[in-house]
């Protein structure tokens, strides 16, 4: 009789072990494949950093290779300096280029009150803003505390309860364009494809000048720049903004900036003064956006 109850006790033990076996394939295949989800999204994760990379080693070897062409003196094609597009071909692959020269912008620390007010206008800025804002130009980069009629001097930047004051020196970037009183994001955004610090210039060369800020000191329509037919060969001298874009797979894109000085009698041929990483403004730019 004990021999005889032992069999359905024995089979319930049997059934047992099975669910628990068959729980343990159902864990281990769900660990399975959460492993084999992580996997896949590292390996795509690497991938994407592998062309970023190599989209980021094409666009800085894009710029080498104009600063280079341009120092050369058997150069056989010069290169356009007034902001159009062109390529120059790395290895297999294409790198979207611009240069325009320094002397094309409006420099901030040199410019007259009215070539400020021309580059204010250029973004459809108001006149009493435009007043406003080029006098807080003025403020920001003369070295006395005197204030102008419409600027803004150290005690207005207190009253307005911001953390800073006015350098009271040249501006040393574009971005400090952003701490003046009335600059808002969207004004920035429109006046920074114009201004510069490199130039050094008081008035601006029209040749290598982007066609809106050209319009709005002339009032006439300026067709955009087209590439350079390639004659005129030799070397360069003066600072440059140069703009450089590449793609890698998987829609991986690189974009860099660099202000370079190029002064081929000096020791040092040319000197980096700026590089950014994507650029102020962007690029390539969309169509009908100025670059």
């Not at 295949?29 to 592998?50: E, Y």
């Not at 971005?175 to 969207?186: H, V």
């Not at 029209?206 to 002339?218: F, G, K, Q, S």
């Not at 004659?231 to 894109?253: D, K, Q």
């Amino acid at each position: 009789m004990n021999r005889g109850r032992a069999f359905p006790m024995q089979r319930r033990q049997d059934g047992m072990a099975l669910i628990v076996v068959l729980w343990l394939v159902v864990l281990l295949s769900i660990m399975a494949a959460g492993h084999s989800k992580n996997v896949h999204t590292d390996t795509t994760l690497a991938a994407r950093q592998v062309q970023s990379a190599k989209a980021r080693a094409l666009a800085e070897a894009g710029i080498n290779h104009v600063i280079l062409e341009m120092l050369a003196g058997d150069s056989d094609r010069k290169l356009p300096a007034d902001g159009s597009l062109f390529t120059v071909r790395v290895g297999d692959d294409d790198v979207t280029i611009a240069i325009r020269d320094a002397t094309g912008f409006v420099d901030l620390n040199a410019a007259k009150p009215e070539l400020l007010e021309a580059a204010l206008k250029a973004c459809g800025v108001g006149e009493t803003a435009r007043r406003d804002l080029v006098d807080a130009i003025l403020d920001w980069r003369d070295r006395d505390d005197l204030r102008r009629l419409h600027g803004f001097e150290d005690d207005d930047y207190m009253a307005a309860g911001v953390a800073w004051t006015p350098r009271d020196g040249a501006f040393e970037a574009v971005d400090e364009l952003k701490y003046l009183p009335g600059m808002s994001q969207a004004r920035y955004d429109c006046l920074a494809p114009f201004v510069t610090v490199h130039s050094g210039k008081g008035g601006l060369n029209m040749e290598y000048a982007p066609p809106a800020l050209i319009t709005a000191l002339t009032g006439e329509e300026v067709p955009a720049a087209e590439a350079d037919d390639g004659s005129a060969g030799g070397p360069r001298n003066g600072t440059f903004h140069i703009y450089a874009s590449a793609s890698g797979s998987a829609a991986t894109v690189a974009a860099i900036e660099a202000v370079v000085k190029i002064s081929r009698t000096s020791n040092a041929p040319f000197t980096i003064v700026d590089w950014r990483e994507p650029p102020r403004v962007e690029f390539p730019p969309r169509e009908g956006v100025e670059g």
